[in-house]
């Protein structure tokens, strides 16, 4: 029987060695960034959530984005949130974002005309995020919610441009409280109740 070589055993440690690596990081991108996508329904309800008193009553159509930075679901939804910005402002649309209480990071650059609100009554109490809360021209809370239903979020499942549409047109809208599966994370933090 031939005895291996030194470079042939060599050769074996790395081969072992180099998958070992692909696979731990492989494993460290999967928990980090892949989510399986959880079919379980999310309640969404804005009974409490109200506009800033300074934001409060007649004015613009108002969009208030809520995000987490650390949340792996606002890729899918940033994109489309830009696409938005650039669509409705030239209506009138007024777009603010609510960060995560406790929570850093910043907004991509495609989101930097989103107006930063420190606190919204009642944002205390969102189940999840991404979410979105529009008021009407008359400061009525006209949709709480997500952005879409399913896995991905983009404007062909989007209850948004609906929305904003029949707002701009002056149709009333009451949708203050919805029900979706998709990609979201938790706003609470786990010390609350």
């Known amino acids: ?3 291996s ?4 055993l ?18 460290w991108y999967e928990t980090r960034y892949i989510r399986p996508f959880n079919p379980q329904a999310t309640v969404f309800s804005g009974e409490n959530l109200q506009l800033p008193v300074n934001l409060a009553g007649s004015g613009p159509i108002r969009l208030v984005h809520f995000w987490d930075p650390a949340c792996p679901c606002n890729a899918g939804n940033q ?12 209506q009138g649309v007024e777009f603010y974002a609510v960060q995560k209480p ?16 420190k606190d919204v009554p009642g944002a205390d ?9 529009i008021w009407d ?19 062909a499942n989007s209850f948004i441009e609906p929305v904003l549409e029949a707002l701009i047109a002056n149709r009333p809208v ?12 938790s706003w609470r933090t786990t010390t609350e109740p």
């Open 1 to 3: 029987m031939r005895s």
């Open 5 to 8: 070589s030194p470079k042939t």
């Open 10 to 27: 060599l050769s074996c440690l790395l081969v072992v060695a180099c998958i070992a690596a692909t696979f731990a990081a492989y494993r």
């Open 79 to 90: 994109q489309h949130l830009a696409e938005l910005i650039e669509r409705f402002v030239a």
């Open 102 to 117: 406790g929570s850093s990071g910043h907004l991509p650059p495609t989101l930097q005309d989103l107006q930063p609100l």
């Open 125 to 133: 109490q969102l189940p999840a995020v991404p979410a979105v809360g």
């Open 137 to 155: 021209k008359d400061g009525h809370l006209a949709y709480f919610g997500p952005y879409s239903e399913g896995a991905v979020c983009n404007s």
């Open 174 to 185: 009451a949708a203050a409280g919805t029900l979706a599966s998709g990609c979201f994370c």
